[in-house]
């Protein structure tokens, strides 16, 4: 069988320190090294859980770039006892994937030393549906353990049959405490110890990498090669050189202080106030400050009802499209749905009619009188009462919809809330 795997050779390297960047370098080698995840890796938690007692089965880690996906495949890949490859998906084609295969089903039916076979597969999004149609038979079988790696969603690009049987497991940016855990322990591997950063450096750094742990390992990296060592063979990172080398401006924006609630607090007044170009200049800022898309998602769906309401319903339906695209996008696509939302609610006609309504028609279920269903609108009313208003001149006829009425909903004169109230005031007057 080794004639099938010229060039296809399982996960070794040969490289020396010198030539091997931070980010590989600093690979974990233990599960102490690993950082972030606890919500699927902490003790006790299912993937943590299997990765313990060796029983991980196909699964497809998804996240985004630098989340830890590949470091934690390569974890598993180590502690098991199997024959493992690794893959990408994007230069990987059919008759390569057929060889290992079928070395694993060679393998599982005992005619090799090594009966478990573990595929590791980056970017499986690539693979289209052919070429995942013939993963499909191997591990069903159990031939083959696969672990696909992923910065999509992979309910969109990987096929439900195979997907049934993967465990899924969704890897989240990492936190401000992961990544510092993750830059100590770079220093703490520097030969002779002799780097330091100074604290605005690190905090600029961790800020600016967008929970991107390769992203974060490569500017500290640069960082050290670019500061020359002062009298005593010290080198001191300082914010200008961090600055420089994550190759991003700093921005005074930490996602935990009073700037953070600042900025999203100006974009939604600009939003509200009809300011589009102050709307796309806040939005712009916390998108390069690496703010979560979803986050500002949805506060533009909450200012399309809130402050423009039925004055134009297309706001908050551009609204919903930007939340569901700022789910399955990441940046610099998702820029473009959320910047086309939050301009169109920023120039659209205002109304916080709605709003007001519904909590004026709370505060009178809270504190007004009881009021019961009128026997007309109880299931079967038409037995007792209810007229059909489709049956009417403009699908309209007076009958009780509410004991004791009252008035919570007054629309305004601004876009299509003018319409609402024109024929809401002329229905008032019909008989």
Same mark, same amino acid.
């Given at each position: 069988?080794?004639?099938?795997?010229?060039?296809?050779?399982?996960?070794?390297?040969?490289?020396?320190?010198?030539?091997?960047?931070?980010?590989?370098?600093?690979?974990?080698?233990?599960?102490?090294?690993?950082?972030?995840?606890?919500?699927?890796?902490?003790?006790?938690?299912?993937?943590?859980?299997?990765?313990?007692?060796?029983?991980?089965?196909?699964?497809?880690?998804?996240?985004?770039?630098?989340?830890?996906?590949?470091?934690?495949?390569?974890?598993?890949?180590?502690?098991?006892?199997?024959?493992v490859f690794e893959l990408n998906a994007v230069t990987a084609g059919v008759a390569e994937l057929?060889?290992?295969?079928?070395?694993?089903?060679?393998?599982?039916?005992?005619?090799?030393?090594?009966?478990?076979?573990?595929?590791?597969?980056?970017?499986?999004?690539?693979? =289209?549906?052919?070429?995942?149609? &013939? $993963?499909?038979?191997?591990?069903?079988?159990?031939?083959?353990? %696969? *672990?696909? @790696?992923? +910065?999509?969603?992979?309910?969109?690009?990987?096929?439900?049959?195979?997907?049934?049987?993967?465990?899924?497991?969704?890897?989240?940016?990492?936190?401000?405490?992961?990544?510092?855990?993750?830059?100590?322990?770079?220093?703490?591997?520097?030969?002779?110890?002799?780097?330091?950063?100074?604290?605005?450096?690190?905090?600029?750094?961790?800020?600016?990498?967008?929970?991107?742990?390769?992203?974060?390992? =490569?500017?500290?990296?640069?960082? &050290? $090669?670019?500061?020359?060592?002062?009298?005593?063979?010290?080198? %001191? *990172?300082? @914010?200008? +050189?961090?600055?420089?080398?994550?190759?991003?401006?700093?921005?005074?924006?930490?996602?935990?202080?009073?700037?953070?609630?600042?900025?999203?607090?100006?974009?939604?007044?600009?939003?509200?106030?009809?300011?589009?170009?102050?709307?796309?200049?806040?939005?712009?800022?916390?998108?390069?400050?690496?703010?979560?898309?979803?986050?500002?998602?949805?506060?533009?769906?909450?200012?399309?009802?809130?402050?423009?309401?039925?004055?134009?319903? &297309?706001?908050?339906?551009?609204?919903?499209?930007?939340?569901?695209?700022?789910?399955? @996008?990441?940046?610099?696509?998702?820029?473009?749905?959320?910047?086309?939302?939050?301009?169109?609610?920023?120039?659209?006609?205002?109304?916080?009619?709605?709003?007001?309504?519904?909590?004026?028609?709370?505060?009178?279920?809270?504190?007004?009188?009881?009021?019961?269903?009128?026997?007309?609108?109880?299931?079967?009313?038409?037995?007792?009462?209810?007229?059909?208003?489709?049956?009417?001149?403009?699908?309209?006829?007076?009958?009780?919809?509410?004991?004791?009425?009252?008035?919570?909903?007054?629309?305004?004169?601004?876009?299509?809330?003018?319409?609402?109230?024109?024929?809401?005031?002329?229905?008032?007057?019909?008989?």
């Amino acid at each position: 069988m080794d004639e099938l795997f010229s060039g296809q050779e399982p996960i070794q390297s040969e490289a020396t320190e010198q030539n091997v960047p931070l980010a590989a370098l600093l690979a974990p080698s233990g599960l102490e090294d690993f950082a972030g995840q606890d919500h699927i890796f902490a003790p006790g938690r299912l993937l943590r859980r299997l990765v313990d007692t060796g029983k991980i089965r196909s699964a497809v880690f998804h996240g985004p770039p630098g989340c830890g996906k590949t470091a934690m495949a390569r974890l598993i890949a180590a502690r098991t006892n199997a024959k493992v490859f690794e893959l990408n998906a994007v230069t990987a084609g059919v008759a390569e994937l057929k060889k290992i295969l079928e070395h694993a089903k060679l393998a599982f039916s005992g005619r090799l030393e090594q009966k478990n076979t573990l595929l590791l597969l980056d970017e499986i999004h690539h693979f =289209n549906k052919t070429q995942q149609d &013939v $993963l499909l038979p191997s591990v069903e079988r159990g031939e083959i353990i %696969l *672990i696909g @790696l992923t +910065t999509e969603n992979p309910f969109y690009y990987i096929n439900r049959a195979l997907l049934s049987r993967f465990s899924v497991f969704e890897f989240k940016v990492l936190s401000e405490d992961a990544l510092r855990k993750i830059i100590n322990r770079a220093l703490s591997k520097i030969p002779g110890g002799n780097v330091a950063l100074a604290p605005e450096a690190e905090k600029h750094i961790i800020t600016r990498c967008g929970g991107d742990a390769r992203k974060l390992l =490569n500017a500290f990296e640069v960082a &050290v $090669l670019s500061t020359e060592p002062g009298p005593q063979g010290n080198r %001191l *990172i300082t @914010l200008e +050189t961090a600055a420089e080398s994550i190759q991003v401006p700093a921005l005074r924006y930490d996602k935990g202080d009073d700037a953070h609630y600042d900025h999203i607090s100006a974009f939604i007044k600009s939003m509200r106030g009809s300011d589009p170009d102050a709307t796309v200049y806040w939005l712009a800022k916390m998108l390069e400050a690496g703010e979560d898309p979803r986050f500002i998602a949805r506060r533009i769906f909450i200012c399309a009802a809130e402050d423009v309401g039925n004055a134009d319903p &297309v706001a908050v339906m551009l609204a919903d499209t930007a939340f569901k695209s700022a789910e399955v @996008l990441g940046m610099p696509e998702v820029r473009l749905p959320l910047a086309q939302a939050a301009l169109y609610v920023a120039c659209a006609p205002k109304s916080n009619a709605a709003y007001l309504a519904i909590d004026a028609a709370l505060e009178e279920v809270r504190t007004g009188p009881a009021r019961e269903v009128p026997d007309n609108l109880k299931s079967g009313g038409r037995n007792k009462g209810y007229v059909y208003p489709h049956d009417y001149p403009e699908h309209y006829t007076r009958q009780l919809y509410m004991p004791d009425p009252k008035q919570f909903y007054t629309p305004t004169d601004q876009g299509r809330e003018k319409a609402i109230a024109e024929r809401l005031d002329r229905l008032k007057k019909k008989k």
